[in-house]
């Protein structure tokens, strides 16, 4: 009986895993066809397999100064995703201060408001205002600072013991000096955590750039390929598979961020300091 359970929870899994990956594995297969084939057969061919369609983005837009872009303007979000994250979360969670339920709550509506609705605001300040138009900085402003990340580290400072922290207060840490040494290590998970959910994020937006730079050279990755997949792909030989390798481009990256850190989706000991 308990074997007989294993064999179908081992099954569902495998039908699970098939259901998940298909999709990833049909848009590999479907970008490397030099013929179109739209239909279930598509995705088992049986002629040869080649790089045409990706040759062809590369010939048509710069991918490579697309990536540097890409990585600079996720790069400068994800920094100040987890700087000022930790800081906001560390302040939230331990510090002692009047109105900190209120910024809290203040902080968790802030999250139930679009980034569409502000988005028009947020330009006329970005461009008008600062003047930060065409640039890296305009880009990276609005997404540096991210609520659900100051969440993520509040929830997770707040787990620490707080013998930890009486301990070094004792010994004359500054406030600082704990969030380094003590509070830092012990929440790897949360600042892991944090970084691959905000990732997504600006690296596959291009609704923002587009509208902050016209500048080709300075425009990430998912604008250059929205360029080409709503202007371009359609004249290629292979609309079909120009398209797909399009999507191959953007999400590989992501994929593989996910591959190598997932599993270090690990827990830390947090009382291991604690003496008892």
Do not use: C
């Amino acid at each position: 009986m308990v074997k007989q359970r294993r064999i179908w929870s081992t099954a569902a899994l495998f039908l699970g895993a098939f259901v998940f990956l298909f999709p990833f594995y049909y848009m590999v297969i479907g970008s490397l066809q030099e013929k179109p084939d739209t239909t279930v057969k598509g995705a088992f061919p049986t002629g040869g397999l080649t790089l045409h369609n990706y040759s062809e983005i590369n010939s048509r837009v710069d991918l490579a100064q697309s990536l540097f872009n890409s990585v600079v303007f996720t790069g400068g979000v994800l920094l100040g995703t987890v700087v000022f994250g930790v800081l906001a979360g560390y302040a939230l969670a331990r510090l002692k201060f009047r109105g900190r339920g209120a910024l809290f709550a203040v902080m968790l509506l802030v999250q139930i408001i679009p980034f569409q609705l502000l988005i028009i605001p947020i330009y006329v300040m970005i461009v008008r205002s600062y003047g930060l138009a065409d640039s890296y900085l305009g880009m990276i402003a609005p997404f540096a600072i991210n609520s659900t990340a100051v969440f993520v580290f509040r929830q997770f400072f707040l787990q620490l013991p707080e013998d930890l922290f009486a301990a070094a207060a004792l010994d004359g840490a500054s406030e600082l000096r704990i969030l380094w040494s003590i509070a830092l290590p012990l929440v790897r998970p949360a600042i892991l955590t944090a970084t691959l959910l905000t990732f997504i994020g600006p690296w596959n937006e291009f609704l923002w750039p587009f509208l902050v730079t016209k500048d080709q050279s300075l425009q990430p990755l998912a604008v250059t390929l929205a360029n080409y997949i709503s202007n371009i792909a359609g004249r290629a030989s292979n609309p079909y598979g120009a398209i797909l390798a399009g999507a191959v481009v953007l999400a590989a990256p992501a994929v593989a961020l996910f591959v190598v850190f997932q599993k270090r989706f690990t827990g830390a000991e947090l009382s291991s300091g604690v003496k008892g």
